[in-house]
Protein backbone atom coordinates (compact mmCIF):
# COMPACT_ATOMS: atom_id res chain seq x y z
CA UNK A 1 0.00 0.00 0.00
CA UNK A 2 2.70 2.29 0.92
CA UNK A 3 4.12 2.22 -3.19
CA UNK A 4 0.20 3.06 -4.33
CA UNK A 5 0.11 6.20 -1.78
CA UNK A 6 3.64 7.61 -2.95
CA UNK A 7 2.86 6.67 -6.67
CA UNK A 8 -0.81 8.92 -6.08
CA UNK A 9 1.38 11.76 -4.54
CA UNK A 10 3.40 11.81 -7.40
CA UNK A 11 1.09 11.64 -9.74
CA UNK A 12 -1.10 13.99 -8.07
CA UNK A 13 1.56 16.30 -7.41
CA UNK A 14 2.39 16.43 -11.28
CA UNK A 15 -1.52 17.29 -12.22
CA UNK A 16 -1.78 19.96 -9.86
CA UNK A 17 1.53 21.71 -10.50
CA UNK A 18 0.68 22.21 -14.21
CA UNK A 19 -2.79 23.68 -13.30
CA UNK A 20 -1.40 26.09 -10.39
CA UNK A 21 0.80 27.47 -13.15
CA UNK A 22 -1.66 27.83 -15.61
CA UNK A 23 -4.16 29.32 -12.77
CA UNK A 24 -1.28 31.76 -11.91
CA UNK A 25 -0.72 33.12 -15.04
CA UNK A 26 -4.20 33.29 -15.75
CA UNK A 27 -4.30 35.63 -12.50
CA UNK A 28 -1.62 37.75 -12.68
CA UNK A 29 -3.41 38.56 -16.25
CA UNK A 30 -6.52 39.78 -15.08
CA UNK A 31 -5.09 42.13 -12.13
CA UNK A 32 -3.22 43.65 -14.71
CA UNK A 33 -6.00 44.63 -17.48
CA UNK A 34 -9.07 43.83 -15.71
CA UNK A 35 -10.58 43.01 -18.53
CA UNK A 36 -13.85 41.05 -19.40
CA UNK A 37 -11.46 38.45 -21.73
CA UNK A 38 -9.12 37.46 -18.61
CA UNK A 39 -11.57 37.24 -16.23
CA UNK A 40 -12.96 34.87 -18.21
CA UNK A 41 -10.02 32.87 -18.67
CA UNK A 42 -9.57 32.87 -15.08
CA UNK A 43 -12.35 31.38 -14.12
CA UNK A 44 -11.74 28.68 -16.58
CA UNK A 45 -8.26 27.97 -15.36
CA UNK A 46 -9.79 27.89 -11.68
CA UNK A 47 -12.07 25.56 -13.09
CA UNK A 48 -10.09 23.08 -14.26
CA UNK A 49 -7.74 23.61 -10.64
CA UNK A 50 -10.72 22.77 -8.60
CA UNK A 51 -12.53 20.20 -10.48
CA UNK A 52 -9.21 17.92 -9.37
CA UNK A 53 -10.40 18.06 -5.71
CA UNK A 54 -14.01 17.38 -6.87
CA UNK A 55 -13.33 14.07 -7.12
CA UNK A 56 -15.46 12.40 -4.30
CA UNK A 57 -14.30 8.81 -5.38
CA UNK A 58 -10.62 10.33 -4.82
CA UNK A 59 -11.35 11.87 -1.74
CA UNK A 60 -12.67 8.00 -0.19
CA UNK A 61 -9.21 6.60 -0.94
CA UNK A 62 -7.29 9.75 0.56
CA UNK A 63 -9.26 9.42 3.77
CA UNK A 64 -9.03 5.61 3.95
CA UNK A 65 -5.34 5.48 3.73
CA UNK A 66 -4.99 8.23 6.28
CA UNK A 67 -7.21 6.18 9.02
CA UNK A 68 -5.12 2.74 7.96
CA UNK A 69 -2.26 2.40 9.60
CA UNK A 70 0.57 2.21 7.04
CA UNK A 71 3.53 4.21 7.31
CA UNK A 72 4.68 6.54 5.60
CA UNK A 73 7.89 8.79 5.95
CA UNK A 74 7.20 12.21 7.39
CA UNK A 75 7.27 14.19 3.88
CA UNK A 76 4.84 11.99 2.39
CA UNK A 77 2.62 11.91 5.48
CA UNK A 78 2.05 15.56 5.29
CA UNK A 79 1.82 16.04 1.61
CA UNK A 80 -1.17 13.03 1.60
CA UNK A 81 -2.44 15.21 5.09
CA UNK A 82 -2.39 18.65 3.02
CA UNK A 83 -4.13 16.82 -0.28
CA UNK A 84 -6.53 15.88 1.75
CA UNK A 85 -7.06 19.29 2.90
CA UNK A 86 -7.65 20.23 -0.46
CA UNK A 87 -9.82 18.20 -0.78
CA UNK A 88 -12.52 18.78 2.04
CA UNK A 89 -14.20 22.09 0.82
CA UNK A 90 -14.08 21.30 -2.52
CA UNK A 91 -16.29 17.83 -2.02
CA UNK A 92 -19.73 19.62 -3.60
CA UNK A 93 -21.75 19.68 -6.59
CA UNK A 94 -19.50 20.36 -9.54
CA UNK A 95 -22.24 22.83 -11.00
CA UNK A 96 -22.22 24.80 -7.37
CA UNK A 97 -18.51 24.81 -7.86
CA UNK A 98 -18.25 25.96 -10.64
CA UNK A 99 -21.02 28.96 -9.78
CA UNK A 100 -19.15 29.86 -6.76
CA UNK A 101 -15.59 30.36 -8.96
CA UNK A 102 -17.76 32.58 -11.12
CA UNK A 103 -18.92 34.64 -8.23
CA UNK A 104 -15.20 35.15 -6.80
CA UNK A 105 -13.98 35.80 -9.56
CA UNK A 106 -16.86 38.78 -10.52
CA UNK A 107 -15.83 40.16 -7.31
CA UNK A 108 -12.75 40.45 -7.64
CA UNK A 109 -12.88 42.05 -10.64
CA UNK A 110 -15.18 44.46 -9.40
CA UNK A 111 -12.25 45.82 -6.96
CA UNK A 112 -9.72 45.67 -9.23
CA UNK A 113 -11.64 47.66 -11.58
CA UNK A 114 -13.88 50.09 -9.60
CA UNK A 115 -13.29 53.83 -9.61
CA UNK A 116 -15.33 56.29 -6.76
CA UNK A 117 -17.47 58.91 -8.38
CA UNK A 118 -15.50 62.01 -6.57
CA UNK A 119 -15.81 65.39 -7.11
CA UNK A 120 -17.76 65.48 -10.90
CA UNK A 121 -14.75 62.51 -12.48
CA UNK A 122 -13.72 59.29 -11.22
CA UNK A 123 -11.20 58.51 -8.43
CA UNK A 124 -8.80 55.54 -7.87
CA UNK A 125 -7.91 54.37 -4.04
CA UNK A 126 -4.77 56.17 -4.16
CA UNK A 127 -6.34 59.63 -4.88
CA UNK A 128 -8.72 59.46 -2.55
CA UNK A 129 -6.05 58.09 -0.32
CA UNK A 130 -4.36 61.31 -1.15
CA UNK A 131 -6.77 63.39 -0.28
CA UNK A 132 -7.12 61.45 3.12
CA UNK A 133 -3.28 62.25 3.62
CA UNK A 134 -3.02 65.83 2.62
CA UNK A 135 -6.55 67.68 2.68
CA UNK A 136 -6.58 69.65 5.64
CA UNK A 137 -10.20 71.07 4.91
CA UNK A 138 -13.03 68.45 6.67
CA UNK A 139 -15.31 69.08 4.48
CA UNK A 140 -13.19 67.45 1.35
CA UNK A 141 -12.01 64.89 3.80
CA UNK A 142 -15.08 63.47 4.54
CA UNK A 143 -16.06 63.15 1.06
CA UNK A 144 -13.45 61.47 0.02
CA UNK A 145 -13.82 59.07 3.16
CA UNK A 146 -17.58 58.42 1.84
CA UNK A 147 -16.39 58.25 -1.90
CA UNK A 148 -14.11 55.31 -0.33
CA UNK A 149 -16.91 53.52 0.60
CA UNK A 150 -18.75 53.61 -2.66
CA UNK A 151 -18.01 49.88 -3.76
CA UNK A 152 -19.70 48.27 -0.67
CA UNK A 153 -23.13 49.16 -2.01
CA UNK A 154 -21.38 47.12 -5.21
CA UNK A 155 -20.11 44.39 -3.63
CA UNK A 156 -22.58 43.72 -0.36
CA UNK A 157 -25.55 41.94 -2.42
CA UNK A 158 -22.88 40.02 -4.25
CA UNK A 159 -21.21 38.95 -0.82
CA UNK A 160 -24.32 38.07 0.51
CA UNK A 161 -25.35 35.31 -1.97
CA UNK A 162 -21.78 33.89 -2.06
CA UNK A 163 -21.60 33.86 1.84
CA UNK A 164 -24.93 31.99 1.70
CA UNK A 165 -23.22 29.38 -0.61
CA UNK A 166 -20.35 28.87 0.82
CA UNK A 167 -22.21 27.89 4.39
CA UNK A 168 -24.88 26.01 2.87
CA UNK A 169 -22.32 23.87 1.08
CA UNK A 170 -19.82 23.94 4.33
CA UNK A 171 -22.50 22.44 6.56
CA UNK A 172 -23.23 19.90 4.18
CA UNK A 173 -19.77 18.54 4.42
CA UNK A 174 -20.53 18.19 8.42
CA UNK A 175 -19.12 22.17 9.61
CA UNK A 176 -20.95 24.94 11.63
CA UNK A 177 -20.38 27.27 9.18
CA UNK A 178 -17.70 27.94 6.40
CA UNK A 179 -15.68 30.43 8.77
CA UNK A 180 -15.15 27.00 10.86
CA UNK A 181 -14.39 24.91 8.10
CA UNK A 182 -11.69 27.13 6.88
CA UNK A 183 -10.28 27.64 10.43
CA UNK A 184 -10.08 23.87 11.22
CA UNK A 185 -8.32 23.97 7.47
CA UNK A 186 -5.71 26.48 8.04
CA UNK A 187 -4.56 24.33 10.97
CA UNK A 188 -5.93 26.64 13.60
CA UNK A 189 -7.81 26.56 16.28
CA UNK A 190 -10.94 28.78 16.46
CA UNK A 191 -11.31 28.83 19.85
CA UNK A 192 -8.06 29.28 20.71
CA UNK A 193 -7.26 32.06 18.11
CA UNK A 194 -10.52 34.12 19.66
CA UNK A 195 -9.62 33.78 22.81
CA UNK A 196 -6.09 35.07 21.92
CA UNK A 197 -7.92 37.87 20.42
CA UNK A 198 -10.09 38.58 23.82
CA UNK A 199 -6.64 38.88 25.55
CA UNK A 200 -5.46 41.25 23.10
CA UNK A 201 -8.33 43.43 23.11
CA UNK A 202 -7.93 44.10 27.22
CA UNK A 203 -4.27 44.04 27.35
CA UNK A 204 -4.18 46.86 24.72
CA UNK A 205 -7.53 48.79 26.03
CA UNK A 206 -5.37 51.25 28.44
CA UNK A 207 -2.40 51.86 25.32
CA UNK A 208 -4.72 52.20 22.78
CA UNK A 209 -6.91 54.59 24.34
CA UNK A 210 -4.86 56.83 25.70
CA UNK A 211 -3.50 56.82 22.73
CA UNK A 212 -5.98 57.38 20.26
CA UNK A 213 -6.84 60.21 22.66
CA UNK A 214 -4.12 62.32 22.31
CA UNK A 215 -3.99 61.56 18.75
CA UNK A 216 -7.57 62.80 17.85
CA UNK A 217 -6.97 65.56 20.11
CA UNK A 218 -3.99 66.16 17.73
CA UNK A 219 -5.97 65.28 14.25
CA UNK A 220 -8.84 67.77 15.26
CA UNK A 221 -6.80 71.00 16.21
CA UNK A 222 -5.04 70.77 12.59
CA UNK A 223 -8.79 70.43 10.97
CA UNK A 224 -10.29 73.16 12.96
CA UNK A 225 -12.88 70.20 14.03
CA UNK A 226 -15.00 71.08 16.83
CA UNK A 227 -17.26 67.84 16.85
CA UNK A 228 -16.80 65.85 20.43
CA UNK A 229 -17.13 62.88 18.05
CA UNK A 230 -14.26 61.40 16.65
CA UNK A 231 -15.51 60.56 13.24
CA UNK A 232 -13.96 58.05 10.12
CA UNK A 233 -12.48 61.03 7.81
CA UNK A 234 -10.30 62.06 10.79
CA UNK A 235 -7.86 59.79 9.80
CA UNK A 236 -5.58 58.92 6.76
CA UNK A 237 -6.73 55.43 6.12
CA UNK A 238 -10.46 54.52 5.29
CA UNK A 239 -10.66 52.04 7.89
CA UNK A 240 -8.19 53.63 10.47
CA UNK A 241 -6.10 50.40 10.06
CA UNK A 242 -2.88 52.74 9.67
CA UNK A 243 -1.22 55.79 11.75
CA UNK A 244 -2.47 58.78 10.10
CA UNK A 245 0.40 60.80 8.47
CA UNK A 246 -0.93 63.95 10.44
CA UNK A 247 -0.70 62.42 14.23
CA UNK A 248 3.09 63.06 14.08
CA UNK A 249 5.24 66.23 14.22
CA UNK A 250 7.84 64.45 12.20
CA UNK A 251 6.18 63.00 9.01
CA UNK A 252 8.12 60.28 7.57
CA UNK A 253 6.70 60.86 4.51
CA UNK A 254 9.20 64.24 3.67
CA UNK A 255 11.92 61.72 3.69
CA UNK A 256 10.61 59.21 1.01
CA UNK A 257 9.36 62.59 -1.50
CA UNK A 258 11.80 62.60 -3.36
CA UNK A 259 13.15 58.67 -3.08
CA UNK A 260 13.78 55.87 -5.44
CA UNK A 261 11.33 53.55 -3.61
CA UNK A 262 12.36 50.74 -5.54
CA UNK A 263 15.94 51.30 -5.25
CA UNK A 264 15.47 51.06 -1.25
CA UNK A 265 13.38 48.16 -1.62
CA UNK A 266 16.48 46.21 -2.88
CA UNK A 267 19.03 48.14 -0.60
CA UNK A 268 17.33 46.68 2.42
CA UNK A 269 16.73 43.34 1.32
CA UNK A 270 20.76 43.30 -0.29
CA UNK A 271 22.03 44.45 3.28
CA UNK A 272 20.65 40.97 4.50
CA UNK A 273 22.09 38.92 2.35
CA UNK A 274 19.11 38.54 0.09
CA UNK A 275 18.82 39.42 -3.81
CA UNK A 276 15.51 40.73 -5.21
CA UNK A 277 17.03 41.98 -8.68
CA UNK A 278 14.91 39.28 -10.50
CA UNK A 279 12.10 40.03 -8.46
CA UNK A 280 11.45 43.48 -8.83
CA UNK A 281 12.05 42.48 -12.83
CA UNK A 282 9.47 40.36 -12.78
CA UNK A 283 6.88 43.14 -10.83
CA UNK A 284 4.56 45.23 -12.36
CA UNK A 285 4.77 48.26 -9.48
CA UNK A 286 2.67 51.14 -11.04
CA UNK A 287 -0.76 52.25 -11.13
CA UNK A 288 -2.51 52.82 -14.58
CA UNK A 289 -6.33 52.10 -15.18
CA UNK A 290 -7.71 48.60 -15.43
CA UNK A 291 -4.97 47.35 -12.95
CA UNK A 292 -5.50 45.81 -9.33
CA UNK A 293 -5.27 49.08 -7.11
CA UNK A 294 -3.86 46.94 -4.19
CA UNK A 295 -0.65 44.87 -3.32
CA UNK A 296 0.16 41.35 -3.21
CA UNK A 297 2.73 38.77 -4.30
CA UNK A 298 1.96 35.79 -6.48
CA UNK A 299 4.56 32.74 -6.40
CA UNK A 300 2.90 31.34 -10.09
CA UNK A 301 4.70 27.96 -9.85
CA UNK A 302 6.65 27.18 -7.02
CA UNK A 303 9.65 27.01 -9.38
CA UNK A 304 10.56 30.73 -9.10
CA UNK A 305 8.32 32.64 -10.85
CA UNK A 306 7.03 34.78 -8.16
CA UNK A 307 5.58 38.64 -8.82
CA UNK A 308 5.01 41.57 -6.52
CA UNK A 309 2.13 43.66 -7.77
CA UNK A 310 2.19 47.42 -6.33
CA UNK A 311 0.82 50.91 -7.29
CA UNK A 312 3.63 52.73 -5.34
CA UNK A 313 3.55 56.39 -4.26
CA UNK A 314 6.69 58.12 -2.83
CA UNK A 315 5.34 58.43 0.90
CA UNK A 316 5.98 55.71 3.59
CA UNK A 317 3.04 53.79 3.27
CA UNK A 318 4.32 52.81 -0.20
CA UNK A 319 8.04 52.43 1.35
CA UNK A 320 6.37 49.90 3.78
CA UNK A 321 4.60 47.96 1.57
CA UNK A 322 6.91 47.26 -1.17
CA UNK A 323 9.42 46.10 2.30
CA UNK A 324 6.00 44.35 2.80
CA UNK A 325 5.31 42.36 -0.31
CA UNK A 326 9.09 41.92 -1.21
CA UNK A 327 9.50 39.65 2.59
CA UNK A 328 6.30 37.31 0.70
CA UNK A 329 8.54 37.10 -2.22
CA UNK A 330 11.87 36.53 -0.59
CA UNK A 331 10.35 34.00 0.88
CA UNK A 332 9.32 32.50 -1.83
CA UNK A 333 12.04 32.30 -4.22
CA UNK A 334 14.50 31.30 -0.98
CA UNK A 335 12.78 27.97 -0.27
CA UNK A 336 13.71 24.74 -0.66
CA UNK A 337 13.53 23.07 -4.35
CA UNK A 338 14.32 19.94 -3.53
CA UNK A 339 11.37 19.47 -1.74
CA UNK A 340 8.17 18.23 -3.50
CA UNK A 341 5.60 20.83 -5.30
CA UNK A 342 2.99 20.87 -2.15
CA UNK A 343 5.56 21.61 0.53
CA UNK A 344 7.49 24.07 -1.78
CA UNK A 345 5.38 26.64 0.05
CA UNK A 346 5.21 28.24 3.10
CA UNK A 347 4.68 26.93 6.42
CA UNK A 348 1.55 28.87 6.67
CA UNK A 349 -0.12 32.01 5.90
CA UNK A 350 0.41 33.52 9.20
CA UNK A 351 4.04 32.66 8.57
CA UNK A 352 4.63 34.48 5.23
CA UNK A 353 2.62 37.34 6.58
CA UNK A 354 5.26 37.39 9.97
CA UNK A 355 8.68 37.74 7.58
CA UNK A 356 6.36 40.51 5.28
CA UNK A 357 5.67 42.37 8.93
CA UNK A 358 8.96 42.08 9.68
CA UNK A 359 10.52 44.12 7.02
CA UNK A 360 7.68 46.25 6.38
CA UNK A 361 8.03 47.80 9.68
CA UNK A 362 11.84 48.94 8.99
CA UNK A 363 10.58 52.04 6.95
CA UNK A 364 9.57 53.76 11.18
CA UNK A 365 13.27 51.93 12.45
CA UNK A 366 15.95 55.12 12.72
CA UNK A 367 19.15 52.82 11.72
CA UNK A 368 17.28 52.02 8.80
CA UNK A 369 16.72 55.15 8.23
CA UNK A 370 20.77 55.83 8.19
CA UNK A 371 21.62 52.99 7.07
CA UNK A 372 18.91 52.55 4.11
CA UNK A 373 17.76 55.90 3.07
CA UNK A 374 20.92 57.93 3.22
CA UNK A 375 19.20 60.04 6.58
CA UNK A 376 21.92 61.79 8.88
CA UNK A 377 22.86 60.84 11.89
CA UNK A 378 21.24 64.03 13.73
CA UNK A 379 18.05 63.64 11.88
CA UNK A 380 17.62 60.09 12.45
CA UNK A 381 18.31 61.02 16.50
CA UNK A 382 16.05 63.99 16.20
CA UNK A 383 13.20 62.03 14.79
CA UNK A 384 14.05 58.26 16.75
CA UNK A 385 11.45 59.00 19.45
CA UNK A 386 8.69 60.26 17.23
CA UNK A 387 9.09 57.68 14.59
CA UNK A 388 9.22 54.44 17.39
CA UNK A 389 5.72 56.24 18.99
CA UNK A 390 4.22 56.03 15.68
CA UNK A 391 5.21 52.53 14.85
CA UNK A 392 3.81 51.67 18.52
CA UNK A 393 1.09 53.68 17.62
CA UNK A 394 0.20 52.04 14.35
CA UNK A 395 0.67 48.31 15.67
CA UNK A 396 -1.94 49.33 18.39
CA UNK A 397 -4.12 51.15 15.52
CA UNK A 398 -3.59 47.91 13.49
CA UNK A 399 -4.32 45.29 16.18
CA UNK A 400 -7.57 46.65 17.13
CA UNK A 401 -8.83 47.23 13.48
CA UNK A 402 -7.90 43.78 13.11
CA UNK A 403 -9.72 42.17 15.88
CA UNK A 404 -12.67 44.64 14.66
CA UNK A 405 -12.61 42.92 11.51
CA UNK A 406 -12.27 39.47 12.77
CA UNK A 407 -15.03 39.48 15.22
CA UNK A 408 -17.39 40.91 12.51
CA UNK A 409 -16.23 38.59 9.78
CA UNK A 410 -17.19 35.74 11.92
CA UNK A 411 -20.63 36.99 12.79
CA UNK A 412 -20.72 37.75 8.85
CA UNK A 413 -20.74 34.03 8.58
CA UNK A 414 -22.90 33.00 12.01
CA UNK A 415 -25.95 35.20 10.94
CA UNK A 416 -25.78 37.22 7.81
CA UNK A 417 -28.84 38.40 7.88
CA UNK A 418 -29.06 40.22 10.76
CA UNK A 419 -28.52 44.37 10.51
CA UNK A 420 -24.84 44.31 9.35
CA UNK A 421 -24.76 47.90 9.05
CA UNK A 422 -25.32 48.48 12.58
CA UNK A 423 -23.13 46.03 13.52
CA UNK A 424 -20.02 46.80 11.78
CA UNK A 425 -19.98 50.57 13.35
CA UNK A 426 -20.91 48.56 16.93
CA UNK A 427 -17.48 47.11 16.55
CA UNK A 428 -15.74 49.96 14.65
CA UNK A 429 -16.42 52.10 17.87
CA UNK A 430 -16.23 49.51 20.81
CA UNK A 431 -12.56 48.51 19.52
CA UNK A 432 -11.60 51.35 17.37
CA UNK A 433 -13.55 53.80 19.25
CA UNK A 434 -14.44 55.50 16.22
CA UNK A 435 -17.61 56.84 15.88
CA UNK A 436 -20.25 56.32 13.32
CA UNK A 437 -21.15 58.97 11.31
CA UNK A 438 -24.65 60.76 12.18
CA UNK A 439 -27.61 58.43 10.50
CA UNK A 440 -25.23 56.44 8.16
CA UNK A 441 -27.07 53.35 6.94
CA UNK A 442 -24.52 51.84 4.34
CA UNK A 443 -22.71 48.67 4.04
CA UNK A 444 -19.33 50.23 4.54
CA UNK A 445 -18.22 46.81 6.01
CA UNK A 446 -18.40 45.00 2.25
CA UNK A 447 -15.86 47.65 0.92
CA UNK A 448 -12.60 45.97 3.02
CA UNK A 449 -11.56 44.03 -0.27
CA UNK A 450 -10.62 41.09 2.21
CA UNK A 451 -14.02 40.09 3.58
CA UNK A 452 -15.08 39.36 -0.26
CA UNK A 453 -11.66 38.37 -2.17
CA UNK A 454 -9.29 36.83 1.36
CA UNK A 455 -12.12 35.07 3.36
CA UNK A 456 -11.04 33.92 6.91
CA UNK A 457 -7.63 35.43 5.99
CA UNK A 458 -7.29 38.63 8.54
CA UNK A 459 -6.51 36.80 11.52
CA UNK A 460 -3.23 35.78 10.30
CA UNK A 461 -2.23 39.20 10.12
CA UNK A 462 -2.19 39.31 13.46
CA UNK A 463 -0.47 35.89 14.37
CA UNK A 464 2.10 36.96 12.01
CA UNK A 465 2.98 40.26 13.98
CA UNK A 466 3.22 38.00 17.16
CA UNK A 467 5.48 35.98 14.96
CA UNK A 468 7.36 38.81 13.83
CA UNK A 469 7.97 39.95 17.27
CA UNK A 470 9.23 36.51 17.98
CA UNK A 471 11.60 35.96 15.44
CA UNK A 472 13.13 40.20 15.92
CA UNK A 473 13.44 38.94 19.59
CA UNK A 474 15.73 35.77 18.48
CA UNK A 475 17.43 37.88 15.84
CA UNK A 476 18.50 40.02 18.31
CA UNK A 477 19.35 37.96 20.53
CA UNK A 478 20.91 34.77 19.01
CA UNK A 479 21.68 36.04 15.33
CA UNK A 480 23.31 39.64 15.41
CA UNK A 481 23.44 40.27 19.21
CA UNK A 482 22.39 43.67 19.76
CA UNK A 483 18.85 45.50 18.81
CA UNK A 484 19.53 46.06 15.22
CA UNK A 485 19.55 43.96 12.10
CA UNK A 486 20.51 46.31 9.19
CA UNK A 487 23.34 45.40 7.02
CA UNK A 488 23.92 41.99 8.35
CA UNK A 489 23.84 39.63 5.61
CA UNK A 490 23.59 36.62 8.89
CA UNK A 491 19.89 37.68 9.28
CA UNK A 492 19.34 36.39 5.90
CA UNK A 493 20.99 33.40 5.97
CA UNK A 494 19.06 32.52 9.22
CA UNK A 495 15.80 33.07 7.50
CA UNK A 496 16.59 31.00 4.97
CA UNK A 497 17.72 28.52 6.56
CA UNK A 498 15.78 28.38 9.56
CA UNK A 499 12.16 29.74 8.18
CA UNK A 500 12.19 29.40 4.05
CA UNK A 501 13.61 26.12 3.60
CA UNK A 502 11.37 24.47 5.77
CA UNK A 503 8.92 24.92 3.38
CA UNK A 504 5.69 23.34 4.31
CA UNK A 505 7.20 19.80 5.48
CA UNK A 506 6.11 21.11 9.48
CA UNK A 507 3.24 23.05 10.52
CA UNK A 508 3.44 26.34 11.45
CA UNK A 509 4.30 26.35 15.19
CA UNK A 510 6.41 23.47 15.10
CA UNK A 511 8.67 25.40 12.37
CA UNK A 512 8.38 28.14 14.64
CA UNK A 513 9.67 26.29 17.70
CA UNK A 514 12.83 24.89 15.53
CA UNK A 515 13.53 28.58 14.40
CA UNK A 516 13.16 30.52 17.65
CA UNK A 517 13.36 27.62 20.50
CA UNK A 518 9.64 28.38 21.61
CA UNK A 519 5.96 28.17 20.27
CA UNK A 520 3.93 31.14 19.45
CA UNK A 521 4.34 33.20 21.96
CA UNK A 522 2.29 36.27 22.42
CA UNK A 523 4.24 37.99 24.95
CA UNK A 524 6.95 39.10 22.56
CA UNK A 525 4.81 41.24 21.16
CA UNK A 526 2.84 42.50 24.02
CA UNK A 527 6.50 43.41 25.70
CA UNK A 528 7.43 45.30 22.48
CA UNK A 529 4.19 47.60 21.82
CA UNK A 530 1.50 46.87 24.20
CA UNK A 531 3.47 47.48 27.50
CA UNK A 532 6.15 49.83 26.57
CA UNK A 533 5.44 53.29 27.66
Known amino acids: ?14 TIAALYKDYGRKFWDLSLSGSQEHEKALVEAKERYLKVYNNRQEFEQIRQ ?15 LKLIQDAFVPNQINEDVLRDIVRRETE ?8 RANFEDGKASDNQLRDVLRNET ?8 WEATKQIGREVAPRLLELIAIRNREARHLGYADYYSMMFELQELDENWVLSLFDRLEQLSEQAFSQMKVELDATLKRKYGVTDRESYPWLYSDPFFQEFPTAGSSESLDEIFRDSDIEALTKAHYSSIGLDIGDLLRRADLYEREGKSQHAFCLDVDHEGDIRVLCNIRKNERWMSTMLHEFGHAVYDKYNDPSLPFSLRTPAH ?5 A ?19 GLSESDAKRVSASVFATLRAEMLIFLRWAITLVRFERELYRNSA ?16 VAPPPDRDQPDWASKNHLATSP ?11 MASQLLRHIYRNVVGKDSYVGNAEVGRYLVDNVFKAGARYDWNTMLKNATGEELNPEHFVGQFVKTV
Open 355 to 373: IAMLNGRMSKNPDWLVKIT
Open 107 to 114: IENLFNTF
Open 418 to 433: QNLNRLWWQYVGRFQK
Open 137 to 144: GITRRRAA
Open 65 to 79: WRSSAVKLDPIAARQ
Open 349 to 353: ILTTE
Open 456 to 466: VYYQNYVLGEL
Open 1 to 14: MTSEIIDYIRQHEA
